[in-house]
């Protein structure tokens, strides 16, 4: 496609529903990305995707949230039993080369858990 | 561990003047540097960035960004904004070594320019 598209734009769930949020990248961008963006706390990394190579998960702040990415293109990142604190926007964004040319981004999905 | 700091939260400016967004960074190696500009509901948009060269780096919209290596800074500047220059400005920051390829983003700088 011609941009990085996400969907739900919005999402809003019950505390302690689980929540699927997808990601798909411009075809042909080997690396994926996901980012959390709370109110005055800018961008928070949680996990990069680059062609086979196992993910950086280093940034998930908890074991209920997981992303895996099929067939090297669309993405899926998960939320289990949310918590009002995952309220946020979910951005993810892709790359062509690592880094070098900064990287393209969805318009993000806002997550409302209440 | 990179790090960026945006010191200004917020910076209003009145149209056709001149703007300047702070940028600092943290780190023990070589850096790509990076502005995004978010505009309201809509993801991050590339401005500039800083690779390698020349310390100038001119980006979209008239925007423009100096490196400076030895006051580890990458502050953006524009000679004259436009009500549509509002919107919220991130300073990103990428290790050349080690880090992983991942971005650390600043907690970002509201502009609102008003007339």
């Known amino acids: 496609g011609a941009g990085v598209s996400q969907s739900p734009s919005n999402k809003v769930t019950e505390k302690g529903k689980d929540v699927e949020l997808r990601c798909d990248p411009i075809s042909g961008h080997t690396a994926l990305y996901w980012y959390r963006q709370s109110l005055g706390q800018g961008l928070e990394f949680l996990i990069y995707?680059?062609?086979?190579?196992?993910?950086?998960k280093s940034g998930l702040p908890s074991d209920r949230f997981s992303a895996e990415r099929t067939g090297g293109s669309v993405s899926t990142l998960t939320i289990q039993r949310t918590q009002q604190e995952d309220s946020a926007v979910y951005l993810c964004a892709s790359s062509l080369l690592d880094r070098n040319y900064g990287y393209t981004f969805g318009s993000g999905t806002r997550l409302t858990v209440v | 561990a990179q790090s960026v700091t945006q010191l200004d939260s917020q910076v209003p400016v009145f149209e056709e003047a001149p703007v300047e967004l702070r940028c600092n960074y943290s780190s023990s190696v070589s850096v790509y540097l990076f502005w995004y500009v978010q505009y309201p509901n809509q993801g991050l948009q590339l401005l500039l960035k800083?690779?390698?060269?020349?310390?100038l780096v001119k980006g979209i919209n008239g925007f423009e960004a100096e490196f400076n290596k030895s006051q580890t800074s990458f502050h953006l500047r524009k000679p004259s904004v436009h009500i549509s220059d509002t919107a919220e400005y991130f300073c990103?920051?990428?290790?050349?070594?080690?880090?992983?390829?991942?971005?650390?983003f600043g907690t970002g700088t509201q502009l609102k320019v008003e007339l």
């Open positions: 995707f680059q062609g086979n190579s196992a993910p950086d």
């Open positions: 990103a920051v990428s290790e050349l070594t080690g880090g992983g390829n991942k971005l650390t």
């Open positions: 800083y690779l390698s060269g020349s310390t």
